[in-house]
Every structure is written in C-alpha cells, then in structure tokens.
C-alpha cells in the first residue's frame, strides 16, 4: 500500500508511517451446463467469465486459531486465474515464467451454474470447487464478498506525492523508512528511497498507467508492477487517496 507523504515533522510526530490525521491516508453441473475454460479458451458466453482484480478477506484455521487475511485474485478472460498481484502487471505477466516460478499462485478457472472451480498448478495441483454469486460489479466467492478493484482509463494521470514503509538492514538492525513517489500530471513521475547508510537516493523519470498496469521508467531502470486505487472519501482517480501498488 501507499499513501500520500508527510512531511518530516509529520513523520516524526507519528508512531507508524501513514497514521498522521493532518493528511489524508493512501493504503447443477449437468453437462450441457459445464464450461470449464482452459488458458487458451476463447471466451465466449460473458456470464461465464470473469475479468479483473478482486479482493476478499479469507478465513482459515491454524489448530484452534482462526485466520483472517487478505485475498487477491487476478482472473483473466481467457480462463487464467493468479492468486495474488501479478508481480510485473496484469498486462506484462510471463505466464509461462509464473507456471515454473510460482505454479501455486497461477491455475485456470471455469464457471458451472452457481459454482466457480479452480485448477490450481503446482506440487499441489487440486481442483477446488467455490460457491460463486455475483453482486453488481462485486463477487461472493465461497460466502465472503470479494471486491472488484477499480481501474483507471488508458494513459491515465496521476497528480499527486505518496508513501510506503520500506524496511532496511543499517548495521544489523532493521529500520523502516519511507520511499516516496511523487507523480505529476506531465506523466513524470520521482522516486525518493533511503539505501543501507540511509543516504538518500533519489531518481526521476517517466510512467505510463493504463488499466491496473503502472510503468515506470528512470532511464534504463524500467519497472512495471499492478497498481490500483483504493478510494476513501475522495472519488477522483487524477488524485486518489490510496494507492496499492
């Protein structure tokens, strides 16, 4: 998660980055029915298929210790589905590198009725079968409402400074520190970060934004990674009050 900076007094003032109140925060399966779709699947009926970033809060236990954490699903309309955010961005993921690299986050996904199943890879390859509702533009999978995240518009604009913790190792100990980008609405974009002698380092460049897909360019450092806002009280998305990325 990011937020929007704080100043030093502001950080100073603060046990946690991100806390201050002065600023805003950024953080029947007969089978007529049956359309199980592969990764290479054309999608064809839309009520079959799913597409974009969903976030839920899943339960699990631990012997008799209950677990909350947060889920995310990317599902892609040709019937892929990555269980977490794609590292590099939806619109740049090395499908055939996340299948050897990180096969338990990537599988394939087919809607049956009210049911959703999951073909999931890995060294504990298992087919998992959910229950699945639809609510507007929102999901319920497996009885827990699982959120779409919005999406900004092509060649979007950012207009704003934000912020997240970033732990570093000084001497043996770790420290966290904030690392800082600031976007501008020229489409320039820079980045403020502390190194292990906590000297500041600073970089400015470029970054192209589409979709849930961020680029950013310093050079020939290019980066890209999935980005999407997290909207509080305020509902532009030139200046959001919460970034994931």
Known sequence: LVFPAQTTAEVRSSAELGKSKTIKETESSGKTNRTILSASAVAGNKAKVLSGLFTR?????????????????????????YHGLPPEGPAHLDWSKAIKESPNLCGTYGIIGDTIVFQWNGTNAQTVTWKLRRKGNNLELNGMVADKAPTFPNNAKLDGTYAHPEIVVVQGKPVVTPVIYSFTADGKVNLEKKDTKLSVQKQSGSYLLSGNDLELNFGGDHTSCTIFPQHLDNRSLKSPDRLSI
């Open 57 to 81: 809060f899943g339960q699990s236990f631990e012997g008799k210790s209950l677990i909350c954490q947060e889920e995310i699903f990317y599902f892609f309309a040709d019937g892929r589905v």
